[in-house]
T-cell receptor, first 114, second 114 residues
């Protein structure tokens, strides 16, 4: 079955440490997205990618970095510059950003600073 | 500023009643609209999409769209305790250069009381 796989499900980060969240899709979608969700804040866009080797900043990109070397993969790195990284991180994909389709979400990664 | 507004709730309805969830959006040019259901600790799941004015029914769910009033709603008939979740309204908005992105509301929390 096609879908989006996020790993790990839970992740603990120490102060000053970089961590990378994995997102892989086998839907043959061109566009991929990373969102952060905090209680009462809704979904906030971190980065998105319309095509391989291209990505754009979203509303809250500071302290995060991404790469898109393969169509299937869009990993997110939470750097030490992100001062408040504890949140639920969601990866999503869509056929393309030029269409008006909905997004498919992965199961999410819950990141906690310890 | 392109926005999607929802009443955060919580909205409490008795089992078997009709739950009515509402959403307004700011971009008059939007053409596609979605409702996602998110259980606590889980990722959003697409439950309805609507593109034309009027009603769209799928089982116990009915989405209603009024583009002139920039208003979209979700009705859940014969509400069940398993419908208790947060419902996110999402609107596809033009982000420039022929690209569209989903803008999400903060969600309405629904509780169905047995």
């Amino acid at each position: 079955d096609g879908g989006i796989t996020q790993s790990p499900k839970y992740l603990f980060r120490k102060e000053g440490q970089n961590v990378t969240l994995s997102c892989e899709q086998n839907l043959n979608h061109d566009a991929m997205y990373w969102y952060r969700q905090d209680p009462g804040q809704g979904l906030r866009l971190i980065y998105y990618s319309q095509i391989v080797n291209d990505f754009q900043k979203g509303d809250i990109a500071e302290g995060y970095s991404v790469s898109r070397e393969k169509k299937e993969s869009f990993p997110l790195t939470v750097t030490s510059a992100q001062k408040n990284p504890t949140a639920f991180y969601l990866c999503a994909s869509s056929i393309a950003t030029g269409t008006q389709d909905g997004y498919t979400f992965g199961s999410g990664t819950r990141l906690t600073v310890v | 500023q392109k926005e999607v507004e929802q009443n955060s709730g919580p909205l409490s309805v008795p089992e078997g009643a009709i739950a009515s969830l509402n959403c307004t959006y700011s971009d008059r040019g939007s053409q596609s609209f979605f409702w996602y259901r998110q259980y606590s600790g889980k990722s959003p799941e697409l439950i309805m999409s609507i593109y034309s004015n009027g009603d769209k029914e799928d089982g116990r769910f009915t989405a209603q769209l009024n583009k002139a009033s920039q208003y979209v709603s979700l009705l859940i008939r014969d509400s069940q305790p398993s419908d208790s979740a947060t419902y996110l309204c999402a609107v596809n908005m033009n982000s420039g250069a022929g690209s569209y992105q989903l803008t999400f509301g903060k969600g309405t929390k629904l509780s169905v009381i047995p």
